[in-house]
């Protein structure tokens, strides 16, 4: 290290159990842990504030409930990391584009004569506009 003082610490690894501990910690704030508390089984208010706030493990089974609730997904017990259950295959918004489309098959296609002459519907000369007087007053305006 050119220019560093410090000593290079490697960065803290992050497990799926901290990313769920922060999930849970702003849902307290929310106000939300009785609702949490009753829908995954096996868990308390106070077992979820114990998890946040002192470390408390919490059995492989509310995990996963948390794991399900907040983020649609489930913890890896070989990494610790959280594993997606979404197992759908990835798929194109579009797979297969029309083709061009040609003029000349569309049913309201008429063919023109490049030769022909062309009518103009404007006349070559604009007819002044007459301004318009406001009744009571002189001159118009």
Known sequence: MLFSRKEVTPEPTVTGTDVLK???????????????????????????????????????????????????????????????????????????YPQAFDPTSSPYYFPHDPDAPRFNLKPDKPEPIKPKGRPGWLGGF
Do not use: M, W
């Open 22 to 96: 922060g999930a849970v910690r702003s849902r307290r704030y929310k106000g939300h842990l009785g609702k949490l508390a009753r829908d995954i089984t096996g868990t308390t208010i106070a077992d979820l504030e114990a998890f946040v706030d002192h470390g408390k493990p919490l059995p492989e089974l509310v995990l996963q409930g948390l794991a399900k609730e907040f983020f649609n997904a489930a913890i890896d017990s070989e990494t610790g990391l959280l594993r997606s259950l979404n197992r759908t295959e990835q798929r194109a918004l579009c797979t297969a």
